[in-house]
C-alpha cells in the first residue's frame, strides 16, 4: 500500500525517486518544488485550524443546541 501512495505521488509530480543500483537495492523519495509549495499551504491550514479550534467547537455546541429544535422559515 505504501508502494502505491509513493508512485502515485510521483505520477502527480510531487515526488522524486532515485534508484541507486546496489545489492539490495536502495530507493530514495524527495518533494518536488510542487509539493514543497502545498506543504506550505498546509501548514498554513492547520495553524489556522488549530487557532481557530475553540470558536469551532463553541460553534458546533451551539448549531447541535438548536439543531434540535424545529427552524421555522428556513431550507
Known sequence: MLTLN?????????????VHPT???KV???LTPMAR?????LTGLVEWAERHRGAIVQ??????S???EPRTGQP
Open 37 to 41: 509549495e502545498l506543504y506550505s499551504y
Open 23 to 25: 545489492v539490495p537495492p
Open 66 to 68: 438548536t439543531a434540535a
Open 28 to 30: 530514495e523519495y524527495g
Open 6 to 18: 509513493l508512485r502515485r505521488l510521483e505520477r502527480d509530480g510531487l515526488l522524486t525517486r532515485t
Open 59 to 64: 460553534a458546533r455546541a451551539a448549531y447541535d
